[in-house]
């Protein structure tokens, strides 16, 4: 055990700030998770490799001169498109199933991500630089990659955009019609196929941002997907459906433990503690949900 | 009815004649000696399993152009059964007992990795087949006394003590402050248990000591602590993740430190990915092209990095020198051997003690190469912003002097 963050508090002030725009971007990753999931009841388990798919479209950028900043314009819009495609091929069959079935063929698309990606992009190690240099806070004793900076900047700027779009436009409405009850909103007239259609896309849309955002401030490989599927699933959880304030507290939450995890019992067990929390929450809203019944009887 | 029978009998006894042939001349038919190898050429171990295959390659073609294999009195020419592992340590184990047992091969090469060696190791040795691997340098695939296994790379736990051995010696000879971080696999804790040897011996402390997790792609926490007590050697090892983490993330927190030191710097292709970031860093290599070891059928590094360049188009990682030196190594004992016998085989491979162009090759009893010191090299620049890997340890082979220590961030 170390304590560390006790004995040296600039420490502590940087696992907070560390934490907060790690949990920024997990957030944005979780909220597509939390919309397809409560609009479509499917828990997508392909969710992290979405997101490498994205990195890798910034880094193939970077790599032929432009920008990998620009990945975050280009990389949701073609993630859209394969989130579609992978909507009209395989989710569209199994919508309407129960909760098992959709989790088993998300997670054969994983699996299938994961293996086509290692055989287009190789099994290297890769990373965009972005050259963004750093900012030096309290004499030097604090350091933000400004690159990390960014990638929480521009993760909100996308939460937000989202949230209007959801509230404003009118693809927006039918989907949180669809959400609250999809078969009053076919009656009332939403094709509701659509909505789904759409709504993989705008996820999908979303893991390209974030991808392209991890390729920037850290490194992507056909294999590292898993985690990030893990950590949403586990700020939907924390959050609720259909929560975004909740989602993005959470992600913060759980990027800051993350954080702290990592200097007190070291970084062997950082991604160890956030599957324990994912235990704990679980069994702490099972226990909860059982007293809420008694209560009811 | 009779006939049937006669016709029955017939194609039993040319089914047993075919399958005990095949089994009783596999490992040499005509005139090639056949060895088997289970590689990852898919999954994650991929661009590695490709080298070490291409390295293999590399080597059968110029043994068999350069006059074959002599046993006997007579000539053979190798050639290899290889499969696809999927960098999958049990798939690894199955494919290992289908060469023995279903291809009658009699002699292996290794996999890629130290995991999917230590897989493989126990399938050849319950078979009795000597296997050289030139890529698992865990050490404890040379601490279970296997007997038919012969690695001709040095162990793991070698890597990185050269780098504390030279900054106690620059330090006056006094002992230093370590910093480490070590992914949390068979191999990189073994990097990590060299340097705590390495740190007994001189007198060193070990500050820092953190485990990185497999999923390793952010260390922020272990180096804003380096920043905070200010080691005189951080060293990191965790494959090729570990390697760019590092220095992405060093350089962006501006981490001074006097030393760093790492593994897997050329795999990772450091200097192009990271380029002048990655200026001074220490890398532990098992060869270096500018070696000057020397062989009758490579001739030395510089010619085997101009040749291998020339058929299959890139700069050879060490992983493909010294995939390529085991077959040398095999060529050497079944000459020596005289025989195909595998236990006689076996003594040989036992007794090896030469010279190849990846350095110099003889086993101690448990397996491991112990007449090749690594090397390191120091990743260095020019104003241009092109970046070499130069050889600055063990100083004999050094092409150019260990800059140390690191010139701080805001004088660069």
């Known amino acids: 055990m170390d304590f560390l963050v006790f004995q040296y508090p600039m420490i502590t002030l940087q696992a907070c700030l560390d934490g907060i725009l790690l949990g920024v971007l997990f957030a944005l990753i979780a909220y597509g998770m939390a919309l397809q999931w409560g609009v479509m009841n499917i828990i997508n388990i392909a969710q992290g490799d979405l997101v490498i798919l994205g990195g890798y479209i910034a880094y193939f950028m970077y790599l032929y001169g432009i920008h990998p900043a620009w990945g975050v314009i280009v990389a949701p819009v073609i993630m859209y498109f394969v989130g579609i495609a992978i909507y009209k091929l395989v989710i569209n069959k199994v919508v309407d199933r129960d909760l098992f079935i959709s989790i088993l063929a998300t997670f054969g698309i994983s699996i299938l991500f994961m293996q086509l990606m290692n055989f287009a992009f190789g099994a290297d190690v890769v990373l965009a630089n972005s050259g963004y240099g750093t900012t030096m806070l309290f004499d030097n004793n604090v350091v933000l990659p400004n690159s990390k900076i960014f990638s929480a900047f521009i993760s909100i700027v996308f939460a937000v955009c989202l949230v209007i779009y959801m509230k404003k436009s009118k693809l927006g409405r039918a989907i949180r019609a669809t959400a609250q009850n999809a078969r009053a909103a076919k009656i009332l007239g939403v094709d509701t196929e659509k909505v789904y259609a759409a709504t993989f896309g705008i996820n999908a849309a979303l893991c390209g941002v974030a991808g392209a955002l991890i390729s920037i401030t850290f490194t992507i490989h056909p294999y590292m997907g898993l985690p990030y599927t893990i950590r949403s699933f586990m700020i939907v959880i924390v959050a609720g459906l259909g929560n975004l304030p909740g989602v993005a507290m959470s992600g913060m939450g759980l990027g800051v433990f993350e954080e702290f995890a990592d200097y007190i019992l070291g970084t062997e067990f950082r991604i160890g503690s956030v599957f324990l929390l994912l235990v704990l929450i679980l069994v702490y809203r099972r226990f909860k949900l059982s007293r809420k019944r008694e209560y009811l009887k | ?412």
């Open chain 2, 1 to 412: 009815m009779k006939l049937n029978k006669i016709i029955l009998s017939f194609v039993s006894a040319l089914v047993i004649l075919f399958s005990t042939s095949i089994a009783s001349f596999a490992k040499v038919v005509g005139d090639k000696i056949i060895l088997g190898a289970a590689i990852s050429l898919t999954g994650k171990y991929s661009s590695n399993g490709v080298h070490t295959q291409n390295g293999y390659n590399m080597a059968v073609d110029r043994i068999n152009s350069m006059g074959g294999v002599k046993v006997g009195g007579k000539t053979y020419k190798f050639d290899i059964i290889y499969y696809d592992d999927e960098s999958n340590p049990k798939r690894a184990a199955q494919l290992a007992e289908r060469l023995i047992s279903q291809d009658g091969v009699e002699f292996m090469l290794g996999p890629y990795s130290s995991g999917l060696t230590k897989a493989i190791a126990p399938v050849t040795e319950k078979y009795g087949v000597p296997m050289v691997e030139a890529n698992g340098a865990s050490r404890s695939l040379f601490t279970k006394g296997y007997k038919y296994l012969f690695a001709v790379l040095a162990p793991a736990n070698l890597y990185l003590d050269v780098a504390i051995e030279t900054a106690v010696e620059l330090n006056g000879g006094k002992p230093v402050r370590i910093a480490q971080a070590f992914e949390q696999d068979a191999f990189s804790q073994d990097v990590r248990l060299g340097i705590l040897d390495a740190a007994e011996r001189t007198g060193s402390k070990i500050i820092i000591d953190d485990k990185l997790p497999k999923e390793l792609n952010d260390m922020a926490a272990t180096l804003v602590k380096v920043k905070q007590m200010k080691p005189d050697v951080l060293v990191v090892s965790g494959h090729t993740k570990g390697a760019l983490t590092a220095i992405r993330q060093i350089a962006e927190m501006k981490v001074d430190v006097p030393m760093l030191a790492m593994t897997h710097c050329d795999a990772a292709k450091l200097s192009k990915q990271h380029g002048k970031n990655s200026q001074y860093a220490l890398c532990a290599s098992q060869w270096h092209k500018s070696l000057t070891y020397k062989d009758d059928f490579f001739k030395d590094g510089m010619t085997y990095a101009a040749d291998f360049e020339k058929e299959f188009g890139y700069d050879p990682p060490y992983q493909s020198a010294e995939s390529s030196a085991a077959l040398l190594v095999f060529k050497d004992a079944f000459e020596r051997a005289n025989s195909f016998d595998q236990k006689k085989v076996r003594d040989a491979l036992a007794a090896t003690n030469m010279q190849t162009f990846y350095g110099n090759i003889k086993f101690a009893p448990g397996g491991q190469n112990v007449d090749k010191p690594m090397v390191l090299f120091q990743v260095m620049c020019d104003a241009s912003g092109s970046c070499e890997n130069k050889v600055v340890a063990p100083l004999k082979w050094a092409s150019a002097k260990l800059i140390h220590p690191i010139p701080k961030w805001s004088e660069r």
